[in-house]
């Protein structure tokens, strides 16, 4: 059974970072590629970035280039999603989700399964 | 920002038929990108639904169906039931913003 663990809620100041984890179960973690999804409170949701954990490459929505940093640990089947230099409207559910696999193209990606969210409150 | 718009809600009555469209460009759903389903009940994540024009996972019943038509896409839940009350939201790639792009969200509601 796939499943997608994320780390808990966590608190920060502005320009902080922020870092959030993924831990990935049930298959082989470097055969998909895992995206980050956010959703403000009441609001849609909204792509991220994601990573091919086989190789590390990485794609990031332009609205995001320079702060934000996706990682894995592949020896604990484990994807990360840092955010730095916070603001009170990041405040957000950010979500992992698996894609399809690393080794074709991603466009056609559908997001299956979510982790369950983790709540990042951004408050000075 | 979203580029793909739905309506912000439907409503039926139970045992009706709902659709959802999703209305992009020819950027995304016109340039032949697939166009993803995600159902997100309150306080949960979101659970995909449909996915590649008109598939369903195991476990999603048969009375959820997706098509696509030119630079838009629809959802169409038939035998409306209680649990279908939720947002819904649809997805697909953009060649411009060479990202992925989720829909407006749709909350559906019995009347």
């Known amino acids: 059974q796939v499943h997608l663990v994320q780390s808990g809620a966590e608190v920060k100041k502005p320009e902080a970072s922020v870092k959030v984890s993924c831990k990935a179960s049930?298959?082989?973690?470097?055969?998909?590629?895992m995206h980050w999804v956010r959703q403000a409170p009441g609001q849609g949701l909204e792509w991220m970035g994601c990573?091919?954990?086989?190789?590390?490459?990485?794609n990031y929505a332009q609205k995001f280039q320079g702060r934000v940093t996706m990682t894995r640990d592949t020896s604990i089947s484990t994807a990360y999603m840092e955010l730095s230099r916070l603001r009170s409207d990041d405040t957000a559910v950010y979500y992992c989700?698996?894609?399809?696999?690393?080794?074709?193209?991603?466009?056609?990606?559908?997001?299956?399964?979510w982790g369950q969210g983790t709540l990042v409150t951004v408050s000075s | 920002q979203s580029v793909l718009t739905q309506p912000p809600s439907v409503s039926g009555a139970p045992g009706q038929r709902v659709t959802i469209s999703c209305t992009g460009s020819?950027?995304?759903?016109?340039?032949?990108?697939?166009v993803h389903w995600y159902q997100q009940l309150p306080g949960t994540a979101p659970k995909l639904l449909i996915y590649?024009?008109?598939n369903r996972p195991s476990g999603v019943p048969d009375r959820c169906s997706g098509s696509k038509s030119g630079t838009s896409a629809s959802l169409a839940i038939t035998g409306l039931q209680a649990e279908d009350e939720a947002d819904y939201y649809c997805?697909?790639?953009?060649?411009?913003?060479?990202?992925?792009?989720f829909g407006t969200g749709t909350k559906v509601t019995f009347l």
């Open positions: 989700a698996r894609g399809g696999y690393s080794s074709i193209s991603p466009i056609h990606n559908w997001f299956d399964p």
């Open positions: 997805q697909s790639y953009d060649s411009s913003l060479s990202g992925y792009v």
């Open positions: 590649g024009y008109n």
């Open positions: 020819s950027s995304n759903i016109g340039a032949g990108y697939d």
């Open positions: 049930g298959y082989t973690f470097t055969g998909y590629y």
């Open positions: 990573i091919n954990p086989n190789s590390g490459d990485t």
